[in-house]
């Protein structure tokens, strides 16, 4: 059961949760630099451009993932939750 502060996922939804050793202050702050972003994500083997990140609600971000065959995946998310250092919600539009 989700704790009590995070919405029971809809039907239509993926919500993915992952526990860290490290304090949340850091954890948040690998996520809220566009700089460390790109070193982290995506699945292994693949790099990010980041084109545009605003971490703020209403806020964007854009990137391209880059596979390991040279193939380009354009993102585009929105950012609709942003609790400094607890929680990052978007929407990948």
Do not use: C
Request: glycine residues 6%; charged residues 20%; aromatic residues 12%.
């Amino acid at each position: 059961m989700p704790p009590s502060h995070i919405e029971a996922p809809s039907d239509r939804e993926i919500v993915s949760t992952r526990l860290f050793s490290a304090p949340r202050e850091k954890v948040f702050r690998a996520f809220a630099d566009p700089a460390q972003v790109a070193r982290w994500w995506g699945p292994h083997g693949f790099t990010s451009t980041i084109q545009e990140f605003d971490l703020r609600v209403g806020g964007r971000w854009q990137l391209i993932m880059h596979g390991p065959d040279g193939a380009a995946f354009h993102n585009e998310s929105e950012f609709t939750v942003v609790e400094q250092p607890v929680r990052i919600v978007y929407q990948h539009l």
